[in-house]
């Protein structure tokens, strides 16, 4: 795993494909002006507002659909090959 990222959210930042929130960062103990310049160094690559790949290179189709579940404010994890069911047809 990258230097940069606290041990502790190691394993979230692997189940997420790289993928981390603002939010997350923070609350694994990362300050606010060390996740900016992260991404200003271009050891992180901004994916949207307060979300970000910890890695540098392509994004894989999974860590895109992290960036979207890390997007919504309430994330629901949801099978990225079955329909969820109270979707409507």
Same mark, same amino acid.
């Given at each position: 795993?990258?230097?940069?990222?606290?041990?502790?959210?190691?394993?979230?930042?692997?189940?997420?494909? #790289?993928?981390? %929130? +603002?939010?997350?960062? /923070?609350?694994?103990? $990362?300050?606010? &002006?060390?996740?900016?310049? !992260?991404?200003?160094?271009?050891?992180?690559?901004?994916?949207?507002?307060?979300?970000?790949?910890?890695?540098? #290179?392509?994004? %894989? +189709?999974?860590?895109? /659909?992290?960036?979207? $579940?890390?997007? &919504?404010?309430?994330?629901? !994890?949801?099978?990225?090959?079955?329909?969820?069911?109270?979707?409507?047809?």
């Amino acid at each position: 795993m990258p230097f940069h990222i606290p041990a502790s959210s190691y394993e979230l930042v692997d189940i997420q494909r #790289g993928v981390i %929130s +603002r939010q997350q960062a /923070l609350a694994y103990g $990362l300050r606010a &002006e060390t996740i900016d310049r !992260l991404v200003r160094s271009g050891r992180w690559q901004q994916m949207r507002l307060g979300v970000y790949a910890v890695f540098t #290179g392509a994004v %894989s +189709r999974e860590a895109t /659909l992290w960036v979207s $579940l890390c997007c &919504e404010r309430e994330p629901v !994890l949801r099978s990225a090959t079955r329909r969820p069911r109270n979707c409507l047809r």
